[in-house]
Every structure is written in C-alpha cells, then in structure tokens.
C-alpha cells in the first residue's frame, strides 16, 4: 500500500509528497524500514528498493510483518540532479530530527523521524557522491558499535567501518534514530549518479538475509554471507591530495594494497608532467578510491584499512 | 597598511587560489574582520571594502591606538564569488561550515584551519555573515550561545537588535562557534542583505562597526550615525509567521516596521487566477526582525520573525 507520509504545496500547481510502501503479511508484529534519496546525487538505493519491493511484493508470503520503503527522502533534490535540498543551504542529512516550527526543510525531516521512529531496524542507504568511489559498507558511530555490529555483520557488505562521534553527525538521520532507541544501519557504496547493479543486488540479499534472522522473511534459498572485516576509526589513513590536478588511477575500491604502492598520479596536463605520485603509507584494505579526476590541495583520493596494526 | 597573504593554493586551471589579509596598526592582536565567506555574500565584502578604506584614512591620521592591531579579510572565498556560487564550485562544501578546520583535511577544511590559525589569538573578532535561509533582516549583532557570548560588547555596535541564538549540531562547524570557544569575543554582523548591495544598510553597518571600535578603544573616532540602545533577544522568542499556501508572495510591511496585531503583512496570491489565497497577518505587537524575500513561497515556509513588543 502506497501511503504519503509529507504532502505540501510547492508554489505553483504542484504539490510535494515523500511517499512509502508498506507491505505487510502475517501475524508478526515487526516493522523493518529501508530508506534512500536523502541526498538527490545517490542513485544505488533506487534499485535496492526496486528489487526489494518487487521480490517482497511478489512473494508476499514469505513475509512476516511489515516492511516499508521509501525511495525518496529527497524527491526535489533527485530531480535536480543534486545532493541538497533546492534553495536550501545545509546539507539534509544534518538537520534531524528536524523542527515542526522551522524552515519547510525542518519541518520534513521532523515528520520523517516521525514516521519512521519505533521502527524494530531501519537500514538508511547512501552511495557516497560524485568524487568518490566505495567498497559496499557498513558505517556505525563508535557509540552504537556493540548494538549494531552485530546486525550489520549479516548484510553481505564486505566492510564495517565503526567511525568516531563528531558533534555535526548528531544531526544525521541514522544517529537521530539510533539516540531515541531506533536502530539504524547506515550503508554507503558505489559512487554518485549511478547504479552499480552487482552491488544493488548484494544489498537486497543482505537485507532479506537481516529480515530473515529477525524472524520476518522466510525463504530456503538464502544467498551464502561472508563475514565483513570490520574496521575501526583510528585504523584508517586519509590519502588527501598534496597538490592540485588531474588524479589518474589504475585501481577500484576493495582491493589489498601493499605498503608504497602506487594509488595513482597527479598530473599536469598542459606542460604533461607528473606532479604528486600518491602512494600507500602501509599495507591494507583500500575501501575509497576517487572517482572524479580533478582534485584541488587536500581532496580526498583514498581511504585504506590498515589491518596491519590490529 | 600592510597587505598580507593568509592562505595560497594552486588550482589546476585557475589563477593561485589567494586570500588576503589587510592590516592596520601595531601590537596586540586586538579585532579580526571577516567579510565574504560564501561566493554571493556581496553586500558583506563590499562593508569590507569600505572599513578598508576607512581604516586607511584613520591609519593616516593617527587615529588608531597606540599597540592595537586590526585585521581585515575582505573575502575568504574569491573563488566562488567569481564564478557565481555561493560554496565552494569544486565539491559545494560551505567553507563557513567547516571551522575549526583541519590542516591535513579536504581542501575547504584546510582554506578553513589556515583562516582559523590567523584569527584565534585576536581579542574581538567580527564576521559580516548571512543567514541559512533566504531574505532580508534588521541590521543586528548574532552570538550563538557557547556560555562564552558577550552581550555587552556587543551592544557597543549601537545596532538596533543584539541576537542570541542556541546552537544546533550544524552550527557547531560556524565561525563564531568556534572563535567563541578558542576565547575570542566573537560577534557576526546582519547587514540586512546578502547578493545585492544596500548602501543604506551598509553605512549603519560600516557605523556601528567603527563605534564599537571606537568604545572599545581600538580607534579614535567621532561617530555622527544612529546609535541605538539595543534591544537584546533570543531568536526562539521571536514570533514565527509561516505561509498558509504556497504561491506568490507581495509583500506589503517592510522589515523594521511596527506592526499591530491584524495588521496585513504580506499577501500570499494564486499564481493562476491572481486571487488573494492567504492574507498573512501581525499576530503580536512588535517590529518585523526577519522577512522572506523571494518572490514565490512554499507552503509552511518561514515569511516572518517578529518581535514582539
Ligand atoms: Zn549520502
């Protein structure tokens, strides 16, 4: 069933809806909600939540509870082709839990926590943006680690990364929902404005794999899930750009890299000359890799998991 | 006047990134004045430009203070203002967003570290900032409250309206935040407008800046402009007005009017058939503080603040 969870009007004939659709079959009473589209550049939850209401609806006996997606969080922003809200400075994944008195921006993030709280798991899906290119990925605030790594462990994504606590994540969606008792995954993957297809249907078995340990999917044929390496804040090492250019790699995300090793070149292309050659500091897991090619001083080209120092 | 360079960097197709720092006088590190921050904040670094200028005439004459050192930045983002963005254009990151900065970070955190390194150890610091929601204000001096925010102080600018305002986890990352907490007394400046240039508003902002440099010893200088007793509030007092209906917006009060309970504010109007869908009205007594200024509004979006008298 197909409900609308925020409804205004924009200025002229149009009106403004975050919709969701609610499946719901047997006498269980979870609720298990995946949400996307909170920034309008992430395109990889479009098809999670496709395949998902597809496969569920479909089979909707082997459902016990109820399951709600909601593919746009952001409506306007995936129309325009943007991370943000239209007309609206901040970033909307930093203004939860909203306020019923504040900008139209507020007030949607409000009724979104709204709608969503008291939920038994919600599973909030991002594929990190245009710049940078992720290994499909766990993140978990250091201070839901022991609650939600356990959860996380059974999505089928090949990394955890329990990041630290900072002041302006407290604003987010997942840590809205994980302080007021709802627990939350927040998985990122893939890169900005597309969709990686063997990537989207990994996360949709992972999320039946979690319903079906919650008691509220039952199916035979689960796919087989690889534990993921699961990281910690302090163990990952930043490779930011020394010096402005273009940055050429060989490599993709999710590959060992050896202590040295060539991540890629900053290159000059009017005098064709070779300007930074940004190696590995140590041997790891290099989960982030750049995907877009022109960087200034201090833009990000990699993240690797030392897993040396364990 | 000494012109110094803040921060530099190579960019792979444009001129040197640069941000430069005007300095007046001599000895202690006593008042740091940020402008343009954002690409589009014009009217702030044109009251720069012109505190400059003033600063210049003042340094010529002897009128700065013996052992003071005052420090302008004119604009903190040259980059973005010449191609028309508001943020950064390579990732549109906000650079007044990401204070304290970091120095080994993405390239906003680092332009924000090397502005934070130069004004930490400054005793007053005044940023001309705009707000995160578009329209028009009352001239006014903002603090967040850090527990750290001089109220004082501030009411030396003389500004009709001194403003407090309980920090967000969103504002943890501002200017004023983090100056406040690194023990400069930080005040930022409304002057009314953000992409167009007000003189009028800018000649009492440019005033009140001077006499409170002037109050607070910084300056020798005979202020002749307006100076008001400031009325001190917390913006969650002030009255909020939101639109029954989207549509277009006619505004009929301006901002800084005093408005009477009933009274008609705006006129909210079918974008179609030209019929008046909402008259918004005064709900309270006061002053209008904050009005919307884009022609056409969405529903339940924020049109007023008013302060009730
Ligand atoms: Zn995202």
Redesign the interface.
């Given at each position: 069933m197909i409900k609308t969870i925020v409804s205004?009007?924009?200025?002229?004939?149009e009106q403004?809806r975050i919709k969701k659709n609610v499946l719901q079959n047997g006498k269980g009473g979870l609720r298990f909600c995946v949400v996307t589209g909170t920034h309008g550049d992430e395109l990889e939850g479009q098809m999670v939540c496709y395949e998902l209401a597809k496969l569920v609806g479909e089979e909707l006996n082997m459902l016990n509870g109820t399951l709600e997606i909601y593919p746009a969080l952001n409506p306007l922003g995936i129309d325009t082709i943007q991370?943000?809200i239209p007309?609206?400075?901040?970033d909307m994944n930093?203004?939860f839990p909203g306020d019923p008195?504040?900008?139209?921006a507020e007030?949607t993030a409000n009724a979104i926590i709204e709608d969503i709280k008291g939920a038994d798991m919600v599973i909030d899906i991002h594929s990190s943006n245009l710049?940078l290119r992720e290994t499909p990925q766990v993140r978990i605030n250091v201070q839901n680690e022991d609650s939600l790594v356990p959860y996380a462990k059974l999505l089928g994504m090949d990394f955890v990364w329990v990041h630290d606590a900072a002041?302006?994540?407290?604003?987010t969606l997942a840590h809205t929902l994980n302080t007021n008792g709802t627990p939350c995954l927040v998985v990122e993957m893939g890169v900005g404005q597309r969709i990686n297809h063997k990537m989207c249907r990994r996360l949709v078995g992972g999320i039946l794999n979690l319903m079906q340990s919650m008691g509220m999917w039952s199916d035979r044929k689960m796919p087989d899930i690889t534990p993921p390496l699961i990281c910690k804040g302090n163990q990952v090492s930043?490779l930011?750009a020394e010096?402005?250019?273009?940055f050429l790699t060989e490599l993709k995300c999710g590959v060992e890299v050896d202590k040295g090793e060539t991540i890629g070149l900053i290159v000059d292309p009017l005098k064709g000359k070779v300007l930074s050659t940004v190696t590995s500091p140590q041997r790891g897991y290099l989960f982030t890799i750049r995907a877009y090619p022109?960087?200034?001083?201090?833009?990000?080209m990699a993240r690797i998991y030392n897993y040396e120092e364990i | 006047m000494r012109i110094e360079t803040i921060f530099e960097?190579?960019?792979?197709y444009r001129d040197k990134f640069r941000i430069s720092g005007y300095k007046f006088g001599s000895g202690e590190k006593t008042l740091a004045i940020v402008g343009a921050m954002r690409g589009d904040e014009v009217q702030q670094q044109y009251i720069c430009s012109q505190i400059v200028k003033r600063l210049t005439v003042l340094e010529q004459c002897g009128d700065i203070t013996e052992g003071k050192c005052i420090l302008v930045i004119p604009s903190c983002n040259p980059f973005s203002m010449n191609v028309s963005r508001?943020f950064w254009a390579?990732?549109?990151t906000?650079i007044n967003?990401m204070f304290p900065g970091y120095d080994?970070?993405?390239?906003?955190?680092?332009i924000a570290a090397a502005i934070f390194n130069t004004l930490i150890e400054y005793k007053y610091g005044i940023q001309l900032a705009s707000f995160?929601?578009?329209g028009n204000f009352v001239p006014h001096v903002r603090m967040l409250r850090t527990g750290y925010e001089d109220i004082d102080t501030a009411c030396l600018f003389g500004m009709k309206f001194v403003t407090t305002c309980e920090p967000?986890?969103?504002d943890?990352?501002l200017l004023n935040y983090n100056w406040q907490l690194w023990n400069t007394k930080a005040f930022s400046v409304y002057a009314g407008q953000t992409d167009q240039i007000d003189i009028e508003n800018s000649e009492t902002t440019i005033d009140a800046i001077l006499r409170m440099m002037s109050r607070t010893k910084i300056i020798h200088h005979k202020s002749i402009a307006i100076d008001y007793r400031s009325i001190i509030a917390d913006e969650g007092e002030l009255q909020?007005i939101k639109a029954g209906?989207?549509?277009?917006l006619y505004r009929v009060q301006r901002v800084g009017s005093r408005v009477v309970p009933g009274d008609t504010i705006a006129h909210i109007i079918h974008?179609?058939n030209g019929q008046i869908l909402e008259e918004v009205k005064a709900t309270t007594e006061g002053i209008i503080f904050f009005a919307h200024h884009?022609p056409?509004?969405?529903?339940?979006?924020?049109l007023f603040m008013i302060y009730s008298i």
């Amino acid at each position: 069933m197909i409900k609308t969870i925020v409804s205004t009007e924009l200025p002229v004939d149009e009106q403004f809806r975050i919709k969701k659709n609610v499946l719901q079959n047997g006498k269980g009473g979870l609720r298990f909600c995946v949400v996307t589209g909170t920034h309008g550049d992430e395109l990889e939850g479009q098809m999670v939540c496709y395949e998902l209401a597809k496969l569920v609806g479909e089979e909707l006996n082997m459902l016990n509870g109820t399951l709600e997606i909601y593919p746009a969080l952001n409506p306007l922003g995936i129309d325009t082709i943007q991370r943000g809200i239209p007309n609206f400075d901040l970033d909307m994944n930093r203004i939860f839990p909203g306020d019923p008195h504040g900008t139209m921006a507020e007030q949607t993030a409000n009724a979104i926590i709204e709608d969503i709280k008291g939920a038994d798991m919600v599973i909030d899906i991002h594929s990190s943006n245009l710049y940078l290119r992720e290994t499909p990925q766990v993140r978990i605030n250091v201070q839901n680690e022991d609650s939600l790594v356990p959860y996380a462990k059974l999505l089928g994504m090949d990394f955890v990364w329990v990041h630290d606590a900072a002041t302006v994540l407290e604003a987010t969606l997942a840590h809205t929902l994980n302080t007021n008792g709802t627990p939350c995954l927040v998985v990122e993957m893939g890169v900005g404005q597309r969709i990686n297809h063997k990537m989207c249907r990994r996360l949709v078995g992972g999320i039946l794999n979690l319903m079906q340990s919650m008691g509220m999917w039952s199916d035979r044929k689960m796919p087989d899930i690889t534990p993921p390496l699961i990281c910690k804040g302090n163990q990952v090492s930043f490779l930011n750009a020394e010096t402005s250019g273009v940055f050429l790699t060989e490599l993709k995300c999710g590959v060992e890299v050896d202590k040295g090793e060539t991540i890629g070149l900053i290159v000059d292309p009017l005098k064709g000359k070779v300007l930074s050659t940004v190696t590995s500091p140590q041997r790891g897991y290099l989960f982030t890799i750049r995907a877009y090619p022109i960087v200034y001083e201090g833009s990000l080209m990699a993240r690797i998991y030392n897993y040396e120092e364990i | 006047m000494r012109i110094e360079t803040i921060f530099e960097m190579t960019s792979p197709y444009r001129d040197k990134f640069r941000i430069s720092g005007y300095k007046f006088g001599s000895g202690e590190k006593t008042l740091a004045i940020v402008g343009a921050m954002r690409g589009d904040e014009v009217q702030q670094q044109y009251i720069c430009s012109q505190i400059v200028k003033r600063l210049t005439v003042l340094e010529q004459c002897g009128d700065i203070t013996e052992g003071k050192c005052i420090l302008v930045i004119p604009s903190c983002n040259p980059f973005s203002m010449n191609v028309s963005r508001r943020f950064w254009a390579m990732d549109n990151t906000d650079i007044n967003r990401m204070f304290p900065g970091y120095d080994q970070g993405e390239t906003t955190q680092r332009i924000a570290a090397a502005i934070f390194n130069t004004l930490i150890e400054y005793k007053y610091g005044i940023q001309l900032a705009s707000f995160y929601v578009p329209g028009n204000f009352v001239p006014h001096v903002r603090m967040l409250r850090t527990g750290y925010e001089d109220i004082d102080t501030a009411c030396l600018f003389g500004m009709k309206f001194v403003t407090t305002c309980e920090p967000r986890p969103f504002d943890t990352t501002l200017l004023n935040y983090n100056w406040q907490l690194w023990n400069t007394k930080a005040f930022s400046v409304y002057a009314g407008q953000t992409d167009q240039i007000d003189i009028e508003n800018s000649e009492t902002t440019i005033d009140a800046i001077l006499r409170m440099m002037s109050r607070t010893k910084i300056i020798h200088h005979k202020s002749i402009a307006i100076d008001y007793r400031s009325i001190i509030a917390d913006e969650g007092e002030l009255q909020h007005i939101k639109a029954g209906h989207a549509g277009i917006l006619y505004r009929v009060q301006r901002v800084g009017s005093r408005v009477v309970p009933g009274d008609t504010i705006a006129h909210i109007i079918h974008p179609y058939n030209g019929q008046i869908l909402e008259e918004v009205k005064a709900t309270t007594e006061g002053i209008i503080f904050f009005a919307h200024h884009r022609p056409v509004v969405l529903q339940n979006a924020l049109l007023f603040m008013i302060y009730s008298i």
